[in-house]
Structures are given as structure tokens and as C-alpha cells.
């Protein structure tokens, strides 16, 4: 269930925790014209007609393109850097821990035209499964009265998880110093 251990179920119990539900959020998203990015700037800025700093936009656009394909192609993106979800990019670092291959990409103007910088990259992600067996993992304990908890606090802020209950994603600010049974 979703109450903390020894707190008081009681239908009427101080302790009683709260089952909120949240309405789902409507969002109504715009889509305005902002600007015309001519893309012969480029090859007005390499001609030496146009400056630099003008082909900077569509140069963006360019980079943008290629994110949004690697994005429909199921990538893990990452900044200007893809990752393909292919077993034989990845590399089990230890720790609960994965490093993953990849590649950084963007188009360059340089002396000899518009050319696209690819570039080997990797990041580290923390294996799928429960936080709590990822932490066993991390430390290297095999009971969770073992875990270090201000490592964990700092090993989990910033981690996004996936609650599999609600099929939602939630970022970790921090952990509550107080147990469970009194976090109301």
C-alpha cells in the first residue's frame, strides 16, 4: 500500500495520510512565426559577404534538423550528443552505473565550406530498475540499514525517475531527514 510503516490507518487517526489527487494540467501551446532564417548566409558568410555572426542562426537551424532526426530515430539526446539504444553501446561501468557511446554533431563553418563535425561521446546513465536496489548496487551493501544516506542525497539530487504506478517522470530535489511517519 502507500502508507508508512506503523502509521495510523485509522479512517480517523491524526497520523492518517492524505491520498491527493492532482487534475491533469491542460496546456495550450501557440505556435507563432518568430523569424525567416535565410540559409544562403551561409554561403554569403563564406564568401566573405555576409559576417559571421549572421550565419550563426541558420547554422542553429542546421543543428536543430539533426537533433530532431536522431530524436524521431529513438536517440537518447543529450545536449548536441545522440546516444542509439543498441547493447553494444553500452558499457557497464560498475556501481549501478552505465556508460553509453554516442556521438556529438553540429555543422561548422570552416575554410573550406559548411562542413558537419561528428565526434565520439559518452555519457554515464544509471541502470532502469528501483532506486533503493540502485543505491545496494552503488554502495556496495546488501541491506538498505547499510546505505550511506548523505551519499545517497548526493548521488540522487537531480535524477530523474520514473514512478511505474503512474507512469510518471518526477526529478529528485533531495531527501527529507525526517521517516516517513512524519512526513505529514
Request: charged share 25%.
Amino acid at each position: 500500500g502507500t502508507e508508512c510503516p506503523g502509521a495510523d490507518v485509522s479512517p480517523h487517526g491524526e497520523n492518517k495520510r492524505s491520498k491527493r489527487s492532482f487534475p491533469p494540467k491542460a496546456f495550450t501551446v501557440e505556435i507563432s512565426f518568430a523569424a525567416k532564417i535565410p540559409l544562403q548566409s551561409i554561403a554569403l558568410s563564406l564568401k566573405g559577404i555576409e559576417s559571421y555572426a549572421n550565419s550563426q542562426d541558420a547554422l542553429r537551424v542546421l543543428d536543430t534538423i539533426l537533433r530532431q532526426r536522431a530524436a524521431n530515430r529513438g536517440c537518447l539526446l543529450v545536449r548536441q550528443s545522440f546516444f542509439h539504444d543498441d547493447s553494444k553501446n553500452f558499457i557497464d561501468v560498475g556501481g549501478g552505473v552505465t556508460g553509453v557511446r554516442g556521438f556529438h554533431s553540429s555543422f561548422r563553418l570552416t575554410q573550406g565550406g559548411l562542413s558537419l563535425n561528428m565526434d565520439v561521446s559518452t555519457t554515464m546513465i544509471v541502470k532502469p530498475g528501483p532506486v533503493i536496489d540502485f543505491l545496494l548496487t552503488n554502495q556496495s551493501v546488501r541491506e538498505p540499514r547499510y546505505i550511506d544516506w548523505a551519499k545517497a542525497k548526493r548521488m540522487l539530487k537531480n535524477l530523474r525517475v520514473r514512478a511505474t504506478h503512474r507512469n510518471q517522470e518526477f526529478k529528485i530535489s533531495g531527501l527529507s531527514e525526517k521517516p516517513c511517519i512524519q512526513q505529514l
